[in-house]
């Protein structure tokens, strides 16, 4: 136990190969509140597929409360030049990773619960370590003996 937990705590641990999901609530804020026909509060859906340790596929939905209000917004977080798809698709599939993804500018609210979602599905997630090379290791010990 002691030390799986250890082990999802290590820079650059690539997630194990699978499927991950979870959704988390878009929320405005009391600015946002101000102009109260900007956009309606709504869910987003995160499912993120691991394969030979990179993030295969990325798929980013709207959930509930999802309307054209919204779709500016939702499109900059998920899919543009600076969404969550388009900048971790096939990068090694790590925590760090997606805890490095820059908040989109003019969909932050969108962006942080994409965010939120793609954490929390990692959390479910084993976390496989990488290999790490000991043939300099081994070679000194064999050489000190």
Do not use: C
Request: hydrophobic share 35%.
């Amino acid at each position: 136990m002691a030390a799986s937990m250890t082990m999802s705590l290590l820079p650059g641990t690539v997630l194990a190969d699978s499927t991950y999901e979870s959704t988390a609530h878009v929320t405005r804020t009391a600015e946002d509140d101000e102009d109260e026909n900007a956009w309606d509060e709504y869910y987003v859906n995160v499912k993120i597929t691991v394969a030979d340790g990179k993030f295969s596929d990325i798929a980013v939905t709207p959930g509930s409360g999802y309307n054209t209000e919204n779709a500016t917004y939702f499109k900059k977080a998920a899919t543009n030049s600076k969404g969550f798809k388009t900048k971790l698709l096939g990068k090694d599939a790590t925590i760090e990773n997606i805890e490095g993804w820059d908040i989109v500018s003019g969909a932050t609210r969108t962006s942080n619960a994409v965010k939120t979602a793609a954490l929390a599905a990692t959390q479910k997630a084993t976390p496989t370590p990488e290999a790490v090379d000991t043939t300099a290791l081994e070679k000194a010990i064999a050489d000190a003996e």
